[in-house]
């Protein structure tokens, strides 16, 4: 079975600073890796995913995460947060083939943006 | 917009009680998730259809089933509730078993209250 884990449940950062978003796996097989967003009342909106190839992938609004197999991560990072940055942020991992889709969740890190 | 619909938005019930939600996937989807959110458990894996069978199970109650129908939709039944089955909860579709599907749409989530 794979596990996640979100180190931190809150991160605060003001506006217009990097920040990172911590993510680590565990999975006795490969995996496949996700970023989550949840907005305040609302559903989950993926943010990223990586399944094979390049270890750098980015999203539209400027978050890039970086696989990296022997630490077992997946940390999350934008170079200048905005204040509509504010939300929830999960890590999700889900394993190849039939019937193993699902994805397992870590607890949510809640990024917090302050002008 | 992701596309997934679910009703209700919010169902306050007693304990005892049973319920139904509603999820529709997004237009040509076959696979159906269900997953539970609570702030002690965090999002946790329910229940997998695809294409009207049932692909996988996770941490679902006895207490709770579900089913897919023939023109996809799906539905989550809730019984005997208890105050501790308050929670939200979350339907995703995803493309199904091809190759590179592995993204999954999220609705917005039935908020059930359990008094």
């Known amino acids: 079975a794979q596990s996640v884990t979100q180190l931190d449940s809150q991160v605060p950062v003001f506006e217009e600073a990097p920040v990172e978003l911590r993510c680590n796996y565990s999975?006795?097989?490969?995996?496949?890796l996700f970023w989550y967003v949840q907005y305040p009342n609302q559903g989950l909106q993926l943010l990223l995913k990586?399944?094979?190839?390049?270890?750098l992938v980015e999203s539209i609004n400027g978050f890039e995460a970086e696989f990296n197999k022997s630490q077992t991560s997946f940390h999350l990072r934008k170079p200048s947060v905005h204040i509509s940055d504010t939300a929830e942020y999960f890590c999700a991992v889900s394993r190849p083939g039939t019937g193993r889709r699902a994805l397992t969740f870590g607890s949510g890190t809640r990024l917090q943006v302050q002008p | 917009d992701s596309g997934v619909t679910q009703t209700p938005k919010h169902l306050i019930t007693a304990t005892g009680q049973r319920v139904t939600l509603r999820c529709s996937p997004r237009?040509?989807?076959?696979?159906v998730y269900w997953y539970q959110q609570s702030l002690d458990q965090g999002l946790q894996f329910l229940i997998h259809y695809y294409n009207g069978e049932e692909r996988a199970k996770g941490n679902i109650l006895e207490r709770f089933s579900a089913q897919q129908f023939p023109d996809l939709h799906s539905e989550l039944n809730l019984s005997s509730l208890e105050l501790g089955d308050s929670a939200l909860y979350f339907c995703?579709?995803?493309?199904?078993?091809?190759?590179?599907?592995?993204?999954?749409?999220f609705g917005p989530g039935t908020r059930l209250t359990v008094t």
């Open positions: 995703a579709s995803s493309v199904g078993e091809l190759a590179g599907s592995y993204e999954q749409y």
């Open positions: 999975s006795s097989v490969s995996v496949y």
């Open positions: 237009s040509g989807d076959l696979s």
């Open positions: 990586y399944l094979s190839g390049s270890t």
